[in-house]
């Protein structure tokens, strides 16, 4: 037994497929090796997991202790019966001749065994086990090929893929290297280091070695030892600047993947940038430059930045003056587009959305904008909002999309707005409101803050929605090219978050009116029906019984606000004595009422009531009737549930003594209007049928 490393070095890989590629090897090798019995019977334990190695030039693996062959293995093979393998003659047929054959045994070799349907033949034989390179010389190129990679290439004159040139391939266990082949190169046990600190090749004869080797060549091969160097170099040269560095997550693993030798250096620029908005400075050095803006004591932008070099220079400063070049022409690029749409306000920016596309039977952004001033107008008062407000917010919102900051900075969309609408003089809602109405901008994401970013949100995301369902372009698979079900949450969030009283169907309807006439009638209820569903996952997550969500949803319900009160009355409900009986009762009921094949009347008629349990039963319906239909018009489900909760006795007695389908007609269809009518009181609230029974529930005896 022997350490195992298998590493395939190749050219620059993309930074967002350094660590993915990386984790699919070793976890694809650890179930190759697992499977071959080559981990022993430590297969399940931790220690013996893969290590893997990730950078930009390099994804690696390495195994503790892996055998170097499969134990020999006993198998037994069934032939053909005794009777069919010999002929009169005692010689062997062609069915035992051709199982010998593709056996590559001898006859000498069998033997027979008992069986209940006669004796067989059967061949015993001890296989040797494969060597650890024979496995591996199996599995590689199926776990090359099922790696994620967005494309994959080809170099050279050979039909080897890969995303980008593999340069060389090591395969070592212990000190042996593996007779290996891939990507039409041989296997040996060489490595390289640093491009340009250390280019030699290196040579690994323990696998125990290979980080150790490595760090010597300047290649910190480990990706988590690398980020967390990254992270303490940044806030180090930050802190030595007199600053704090903005981490942000995605950034630093960016950079973790783009070196392999993470050496920080603070920079400078121009004190003038610092008239831009932070948002585009930070946009331009995040993602232009992948720089680490820095932010003084009091919260405010630096003009100072951290850069993350992949080389330990002899002269940093020149390292730094270059990084300090390159981004001088961009800053002077924003700055030059600012200063353009300074020249103009907001508002003139409007009449250019008139040719800008928004989709093509829904005409351009600026048709959307006007279906927005309505929507929003409309919306207004449902969320306390001046409708003359959410109007003008509604004619602004779009107008920095044909900017020039937007045209340079695609993120700055909503951003540019907010500062363009402070300048112009508007409230601070409406500015707010020109960035806001965008979020969330992902599953969890913040809110808009205030109710006129909330209205304006709630127009964007009903109009987009709308309109691409009206187009019959619903999402399919991971599709959603609109974005319609983070729209559909967004909605769903802050309704429910705000608390706001508005049905998701009277939404749709006000956010259809805008579209008469311009396109085919659109399907409200599917639209609804989508939302809905959104709302059903997003109640999971949070926590919702689904049994007892699909109960209440099973009402056709659409308005958040009172779907949360009655799935909480529900939630309360279902933990009383009376739940699992009624539950269990209704699905009985539902049942009949459902198998009956004759009308069932609307009404009870009371000198049809002849059993005592029957009678009981109907004065309690009458005696409970008015207390859960007062409750439930106040939404008072807690209250109406409780009420409810006093029909769980006489149910229980009608169901224990009352044949339900008696011969009479008259007193059977009674009887089922009856249960008609226990299924529609007790059902105000939710589908009491749908709710899961408990371990403790004493189900009712039906008779019928």
């Not at 956010?511 to 999971?540: C, F, K, M, N, T």
């Not at 549930?641 to 007193?667: I, N, S």
Request: with cysteine.
């Amino acid at each position: 037994m022997a350490d195992l490393l298998i590493e395939i070095g190749c050219e620059d890989l993309p930074a967002s497929s350094v660590v993915p590629l990386a984790d699919h090897l070793g976890l694809k090798l650890f179930t190759a090796l697992g499977e071959s019995q080559l981990l022993g019977s430590r297969a399940r334990e931790a220690d013996f997991e893969p290590v893997v190695f990730a950078t930009p030039r390099r994804i690696g693996v390495r195994f503790r202790k892996i055998e170097g062959r499969q134990p020999d293995r006993d198998i037994e093979r069934k032939g053909p019966s005794l009777a069919a393998a010999y002929d009169a003659d005692g010689q062997p047929t062609k069915a035992l001749a051709g199982f010998l054959r593709s056996a590559g045994a001898s006859v000498e070799e069998l033997s027979t065994v008992e069986t209940p349907k006669g004796e067989w033949v059967v061949l015993r034989q001890r296989r040797p086990g494969l060597s650890l390179a024979e496995v591996l010389a199996e599995a590689l190129p199926g776990i090359v090929a099922s790696m994620p990679m967005p494309r994959r290439m080809r170099w050279g004159s050979g039909s080897e893929e890969f995303l980008r040139p593999v340069v060389w391939l090591l395969a070592v266990h212990g000190a042996e290297t593996l007779p290996l082949s891939l990507f039409g190169l041989e296997a040996g046990n060489e490595t390289r280091g640093h491009r340009f600190h250390a280019p030699a090749p290196i040579r690994i004869d323990d696998p125990e070695r290979y980080e150790e080797a490595l760090r010597d060549a300047y290649v910190v091969a480990d990706y988590y030892e690398r980020h967390e160097r990254v992270e303490r170099q940044v806030r180090r040269v930050a802190a030595e600047a007199g600053g704090t560095a903005l981490m942000d997550g995605a950034l630093v693993d960016e950079v973790t993947a783009l070196v392999e030798w993470p050496v920080a250096l603070a920079g400078r620029f121009d004190e003038a940038f610092l008239e831009l908005p932070d948002e585009a400075l930070i946009q331009t050095m995040e993602e232009n430059q992948r720089y680490f803006a820095l932010r003084d004591r009091t919260g405010a932008l630096m003009n100072a930045f951290v850069t993350v070099a992949n080389i330990e220079s002899r002269d940093p400063a020149t390292v730094i003056d270059g990084n300090e070049r390159v981004i001088r022409p961009r800053f002077a690029d924003t700055m030059f587009f600012w200063e353009q749409d300074r020249a103009r306000t907001l508002a003139s920016f409007r009449p250019e959305l008139d040719r800008v596309l928004f989709q093509e039977r829904l005409g351009s952004v600026g048709d959307k904008v006007e279906r927005l001033e309505a929507l929003a107008a409309a919306l207004a008062p449902a969320i306390g909002v001046d409708p003359e407000e959410a109007r003008l917010a509604a004619s602004l919102c779009k107008c920095d999309l044909v900017s020039a900051i937007v045209g340079e900075l695609p993120k700055m969309q909503g951003i540019a707005g907010r500062y363009y609408a402070r300048r112009d003089g508007c409230s601070e809602a409406v500015a707010v409101a020109m960035e806001e109405h965008y979020f969330p901008k992902q599953a969890g994401g913040a809110l808009p803050a205030g109710p006129l970013a909330r209205t304006l949100a709630l127009a964007d995301k009903a109009d987009t929605l709308v309109g691409i369902h009206g187009q019959g372009l619903v999402p399919s698979g991971a599709k959603d090219p609109f974005a319609l079900r983070r729209a559909s949450l967004g909605i769903v969030r802050i309704l429910r978050e705000g608390g706001y009283d508005l049905d998701l169907a009277a939404l749709v309807a006000l956010a259809a009116r805008g579209y008469a006439g311009r396109i085919d009638p659109i399907d409200e209820r599917a639209i609804v029906g989508y939302v809905v569903e959104r709302l059903r996952g997003h109640l999971v997550e949070c926590g919702a019984s689904p049994d007892a969500l699909d109960a209440v949803l099973a009402k056709g319900l659409s308005h958040p606000l009172d779907i949360d009160a009655r799935l909480e009355a529900i939630e309360r409900f279902r933990t009383t004595e009376a739940a699992s009986a009624l539950g269990a009762a209704n699905k009985r009921i539902a049942n009949i009422l459902r198998k009956a094949s004759v009308p069932i009347p609307a009404t009870v008629d009371d000198a049809a009531l002849v059993e005592p349990a029957e009678r009981g039963l109907a004065e309690a319906l009458e005696a409970a009737r008015p207390d859960i239909e007062t409750r439930f018009a106040a939404r008072d489900y807690a209250g109406a549930m409780a009420a409810t909760a006093t029909l769980r006795e006489p149910v229980d007695a009608f169901f224990d003594a009352v044949l339900v389908m008696a011969e009479e007609r008259r007193l059977r269809d009674n009887r089922l209007a009856l249960l008609g009518q226990v299924e529609t009181l007790c059902g105000f609230t939710a589908e009491l049928s749908r709710l899961a029974p408990t371990a403790s529930a004493d189900a009712p005896k039906e008779r019928a």
